[in-house]
């Protein structure tokens, strides 16, 4: 694989698909930042970096109402 090869730039995406915490998203970042070239994957780590943080957002708009429903099942 080099670089260039599509296959490994989109490769990032199948592994940070289900990342969900911050720290995840500095560490690419970071990563990023100490790689800059990205080759075919420049636009892959882009769409990365958009899914992590709505993941991100995802878990806090919810989470609340999870902790909720945890609690009212425990309390049953």
Do not use: C
Not at 45 to 63: F, T, Y
């Amino acid at each position: 694989f080099t670089l260039e090869h599509r296959g490994f730039g989109r490769a990032i995406l199948s592994i940070t698909h289900s990342f969900q915490e911050s720290s995840y998203l500095e560490q690419m970042n970071a990563l990023f930042t100490q790689y800059p070239n990205a080759g075919a994957g420049t636009s892959a780590r882009k769409q990365a970096v958009d899914q992590v943080n709505m993941n991100i957002e995802w878990i806090k708009s919810r989470e609340q109402n999870l902790h909720d429903a945890l609690d009212a099942t425990l309390r049953q």
